[in-house]
């Protein structure tokens, strides 16, 4: 089978239209549709199947999309056999992290990035929702990614998950709170107070919503924002109190109180393809990310 037409049908699946495969692959949409209908001729199966005004795939095409996956895996392991030859990590490697992940880990990230000659690592802050995370390895090589704790791992036999830390979540007060000279606080001491919250559907709300699912709590929540430095300083300004990450909170300006009685946090995640990381470009950025992690549950702990 033609590499190139696999690369259409999985730019095509990961995409979800032709259209958006097309913009990917610098084309036009027929030259897609050419690419998809020759490699069904090619293959002698149906591949995709019409949905409404586009395609979808069909049971067939899904599964050619799975070992396309392992051909192009293929391939990138001959092409990292050829930059060992170099003897260093060398190319360009995309790294996209969630927002606090990237306040968390960037600024140690990037002075490990410059110790290695030769590797460019393109970096982006992308607000994410862990349905959305697989889609994102359309256009990046990692994806540093967050869940709550109850939820569901990421299950693919396309990805490739990581662990890198487990971050607790923490209650933000603002100075003076009447509950602020406690070590711990109750969830039940704060069902009458207004919370601020991020998007519906964001890690940290997931966690707040399986806190009232836990223990019949049901926080109120006024205000949503998923920039953590914006609820620090409505918390701060006594607008409300939140949940927010322990190890980027600025106690500078809200008072910090974990939880009683209860586990509340988010476990953080490197996501890739299957196969990917065997580039040492790659394979490099990702022991950077894990030795930052690393470092920084080391600090926290210690």
């Known amino acids: 089978m033609d590499i190139g037409r696999l690369r259409t049908l999985r730019e095509f699946a990961d ?3 032709v259209v958006a ?6 084309c036009t949409p027929s030259a897609v549709s050419q690419q998809l209908r020759a490699l069904q001729a090619e293959t002698g199966v149906a591949l995709t199947e019409p949905a409404g005004r586009g395609l979808r795939l069909t049971d067939a095409g899904r599964a050619l999309v799975a070992r396309a996956d392992e051909v192009l895996a293929a391939l990138e392991r001959a092409e990292a056999e050829l930059d ?24 140690g990230l990037l002075a490990r990035f410059a110790e290695c000659e030769g590797l460019d690592v393109d970096v982006r802050d992308v607000d994410m929702v862990p349905s959305e995370v697989p889609g994102l ?30 971050e607790p979540l923490d209650v933000a007060l603002p100075p003076g709170h009447p509950l602020g000279t406690r070590e711990h606080v109750e969830l039940a001491e704060l069902a009458a107070e207004p919370w601020i919250s991020v ?25 949503r924002f998923n920039d953590f430095r914006i609820t620090e300083s409505l918390v701060a300004a006594g607008h409300g109190i939140a949940l ?59």
Request: glycine share 4%; net charge positive; no cysteine.
């Open 199 to 223: 998007d519906v559907g964001f890690p940290v709300d997931d966690v707040l919503r399986s806190l009232a699912a836990r223990t019949d709590v049901r926080p109120r929540v006024v205000l």
């Open 244 to 302: 927010l990450p322990r190890y980027t909170m600025d106690t500078t300006k809200v008072l910090r109180r974990p939880l009683a009685g209860i586990r509340a946090a988010r476990h953080v995640e490197a996501v890739l393809r299957a196969g990917g990381p065997v580039r040492p470009a790659v394979s490099a950025v990702l022991d950077a990310v894990r030795a930052e992690a690393a470092e920084i549950g080391a600090e926290t702990m210690s």
């Open 84 to 107: 060992a030859y170099r003897h260093s990590p060398r190319g360009r490697v995309r790294l996209a992290l969630f927002p606090s992940a990237a306040l968390m880990l960037l600024p």
């Open 137 to 166: 390895l359309a256009d990046f090589d990692i994806v540093v990614a967050h869940r709550d704790e109850h939820a569901v791992s990421f299950t693919s036999e396309r990805l490739r998950v990581v662990p890198l830390l487990r």
């Open 21 to 26: 495969a097309a913009r990917a692959l610098h």
């Open 15 to 17: 995409r979800g239209s």
